[in-house]
């Protein structure tokens, strides 16, 4: 066999999908995993994708089987493991050679090794899961734009196809691309929290049976609420467990996994400055949602906290519009972190290009993409909230969204991120806010002055200063 056009190192979940792609659009692939016997699992249960696989026992073996200049994607954890792979890799490769994390990482690190990995390197954001990554996901790319060049073919053969377009697209230099998939990843989880807590309030509040969940979820997705989250939380709530017969969502412990990226979004957003307080929430209802011993202790001792809604329970129609405000505040909040990070970092992102990108194959894909790219078109620095077409939707919509969140908070059920949008909403409409306070409490203590409204001069006193 000729020299593979592309290398990759990581046969799990994600990296075997990835193979299966490449292999699938034409492009040899030779891989090495870890444990190797994962390695020899694959390529026999390729089929006829094989005889563009070349699987590798060693390091060097990698090396030697792939056509020069080099490209070898990584596809394993972040942190650690990925130094070490650039560490074993880089030793055993030319000048030229590209080496490609394509895992989920922190920006910074891919900054730092943008710069000191020894050679060619590229970050890249991968979205879409296994399904995604098996037969087109939406990329998000960062680094020298040469080395995307070098690969953006066979990226954008893999890659998700929106009506012609490939969903492939170089963000920046550096860690533009993993921060623009931490972003993606940060909104990913604000969505998911508010479909748990409509999923909420439709079982607890409502008492309503998981079919009849399912079944509005799946109209839900007929509607402006389609998106792939919405599609397979439907999905979800209708699934039977095949060992108790019972639906899934019964069996499943209530504590949500989370791997890092919605955390690093909300602790960089910090360090911008950027306000993305449905996220925030996301984040910190999975790390409660972890601590299911004190919940279970706080149930104890102060009693369950959600209960029937009764007469006050929102319509159907009125969960569909809250949910549809919030997702928009969930990417509004988004893409003002996105805008924020392109001034500090002085890295131009595509606003537009980036709703774009997730139109397709990534997991935050929803019907509103494409109305937002055309808004980010517009005026990419505006905040979406702004956007005529989606300041009408929230102006229509946010009544609906204050009802549900008065009734699920009247009885007792926690809605976090929908609050927290509510409240981001009436917080970016109110032009006479209470910080005036805060200022006023900053100067009695610590003498920070004051900026006097009447006057506009800075620097001032109040009366205890002497
Ligand atoms: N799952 C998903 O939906 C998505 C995941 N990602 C990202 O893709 C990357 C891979 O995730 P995923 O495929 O789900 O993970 P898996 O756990 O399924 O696979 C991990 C892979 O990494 C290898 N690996 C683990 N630790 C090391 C190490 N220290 N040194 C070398 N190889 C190692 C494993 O090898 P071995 O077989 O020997 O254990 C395996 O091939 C992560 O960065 C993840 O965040 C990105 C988008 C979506
Ligand atoms: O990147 C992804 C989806 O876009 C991965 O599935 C990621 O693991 C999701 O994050 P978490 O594990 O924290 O829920």
Not at 91 to 100: C, K, R, Y
Not at 268 to 282: K, S, T, V, Y
Request: glycine letters at 12%; proline letters at 5%; one cysteine or more.
């Amino acid at each position: 066999m000729a020299k593979a056009e592309i290398g990759l190192v990581g046969l799990g979940t994600m990296g075997s999908a990835l193979a299966l792609n490449i292999a699938d659009k034409g492009h040899s692939v030779a891989v090495w995993n870890r444990t190797h016997s994962h390695t020899e699992a694959f390529v026999q249960e390729a089929g006829p994708l094989a005889e563009r696989i070349v699987p590798a026992e060693t390091h060097a073996d990698l090396v030697a089987a792939l056509a020069e200049p080099r490209a070898i994607i990584l596809m394993v954890p972040a942190g650690a493991p990925v130094d070490e792979q650039i560490a074993a890799l880089r030793p055993l490769l030319g000048p030229d050679d590209l080496i490609i994390d394509a895992g989920n990482a922190n920006f910074r690190d891919t900054s730092r090794r943008a710069t000191d990995s020894g050679g060619p390197f590229l970050g890249i954001g991968v979205s879409g899961g296994e399904e995604g990554a098996r037969h087109g996901p939406s990329i998000m790319g960062g680094g020298e734009r040469a080395y995307w060049d070098r690969v953006a073919h066979i990226l954008k053969d893999i890659a998700a196809d929106y009506e012609g377009t490939p969903c492939a697209t170089w963000m920046g230099e550096k860690g533009a691309g993993h921060f623009v998939k931490a972003v993606h990843n940060g909104i990913e989880y604000a969505d998911m929290q508010m479909i748990a807590e409509t999923y909420g309030i439709l079982r607890d509040g409502m008492g309503m049976g998981y079919d009849a969940i399912a079944d509005v979820f799946a109209k839900w997705n007929d509607g402006p609420l389609a998106s792939y989250l919405i599609e397979i939380s439907a999905k979800v709530a209708a699934a039977t467990d095949a060992r108790t017969g019972e639906p899934l969502l019964t069996v499943i412990a209530d504590s949500a996994g989370q791997k890092g990226t919605g955390r690093w979004t909300a602790v960089e957003a910090q360090h911008l400055g950027a306000a993305i307080p449905a996220i925030e929430a996301a984040v910190a209802a999975r790390n409660l949602s972890a601590k299911a011993d004190m919940r279970a202790t706080g149930e104890e001792l102060f009693g369950a906290g959600p209960q029937p809604m009764g007469p006050n329970a929102p319509s159907l129609d009125s969960l569909e519009q809250a949910l549809m405000a919030g997702k928009i505040m969930c990417y509004a909040q988004g893409f003002a972190m996105i805008n924020a990070a392109s001034d500090e970092f002085g890295w131009a992102l595509p606003l537009p290009e980036i709703a774009r990108v997730w139109r397709a194959g990534c997991i935050i894909r929803s019907a509103m993409l494409n109305d937002m790219a055309d808004a980010l078109a517009e005026d990419p620095a505006r905040n979406l909230l702004f956007a005529p077409f989606f300041a009408d939707k929230v102006r229509a919509a946010a009544p609906a969204l204050r009802e549900v969140v008065i009734a699920a908070q009247a009885a007792g059920i926690a809605v976090p991120a929908l609050a927290s949008g509510l409240a981001w909403f009436d917080t970016v409409r109110t032009a006479r806010g209470t910080a005036d306070m805060i200022q006023g409490q900053r100067d009695f203590f610590g003498l920070h002055g004051f900026v006097r409204r009447d006057t506009g001069e800075s620097g001032q006193h109040g009366p205890w200063a002497s």
